[in-house]
């Protein structure tokens, strides 16, 4: 089993930034993909972020790309989505998630949820205009 911990949401302008964390526990593998979604008020649960266990490769969703950058510490299983540049349409629940399947070195982390085995339970960020 996986737990996951998401911290560092809050509440931040249009224009600020934030920095979220997500700490792994339990059975953890460093070969994993860790994933970041986001779910906002009466919309579905959407990709933002994933990145492999070993090489780092990343994938990032087109409406963040440029502003949020993923990373991750595997000696202390714990996965960061930076986030700069903020906008009012970024409001929203975060959540970061575990795919508990190795991939290779060259794949491209996938941007479904169903991909994903184990799920943190979410921290809010509101960004104001």
């Known amino acids: 089993q996986v737990q996951l911990l998401e911290s560092g949401g809050g509440l931040v302008q249009a224009g600020g930034s934030l920095r979220l964390s997500c700490a792994a526990s339990?059975?953890?593998?460093?070969?994993?993909?860790m994933g970041w979604f986001r779910q906002a008020p009466g919309k579905d649960r959407e990709f933002v972020a994933g990145?492999?266990?070993?090489?780092?490769?990343?994938n990032i969703a087109a409406s963040v790309k440029g502003r949020f950058t993923i990373s991750r510490d595997n000696i202390k299983n714990t996965g960061y989505l930076q986030m700069n540049s903020l906008r009012p349409e970024d409001t929203a629940i975060y959540y970061c998630?575990?795919?508990?399947?190795?991939?290779?070195?060259?794949?491209?982390?996938?941007?479904?949820?169903?991909?994903?085995?184990?799920w943190g339970q979410g921290t809010q960020v509101t960004v104001s205009s």
């Open positions: 339990g059975r953890i593998f460093v070969g994993y993909t």
């Open positions: 998630a575990i795919s508990a399947v190795i991939r290779s070195e060259r794949a491209t982390p996938p941007n479904d949820v169903g991909s994903y085995d184990y």
């Open positions: 990145i492999l266990g070993s090489r780092g490769n990343t």
